[in-house]
């Protein structure tokens, strides 16, 4: 059957229809002044509405500094998954910092790393790292690696 454009519809619920305010005492908002309060210049028609700018200042300065949230809770600065080291290293590794700097993992900036069992693991790695998921270090021992923990693994201390 083939589409005809005089058959074209829009779907259901993709079309609404505006509210129609100020046309008597049983319409939708019901009565009088329509939903616009009494008196001022926003009840009558093409009132004006938003911020003026000579007191927008005064107002955003008015509004609490409290917009987004820091991660007081995570230690680490870098999380990297067995899948990166299986692609980079070669069978028998020993993999600390200095390594994964030198494979372009990790950047000067990045401390603390942890170590986390996403992806396969085929080859026998020594992983030195600051921390390890339960599921990478049963991956790569099962491998035939160790999972060793970095001595200065202390977490940072968090400022206020």
Known sequence: MAVKLSQLKPAIGSRKKGKRIGRGNNSSDPGTYSGRGMK???SRSGGKKGLKVKGLKSI???FPKKKGFKRHFCNFDKVINL????KKFKEGDIIDIKKLREAGILKKKD???KILGRGELNKKLTVQAHAFSDLAKKIIEKAGGKAIISPSSKKKKIKK
């Open 111 to 113: 401390g603390r790393i």
């Open 40 to 42: 001022g210049q926003r």
């Open 60 to 62: 955003l300065k008015s």
């Open 83 to 86: 899948s990166y080291l299986e």
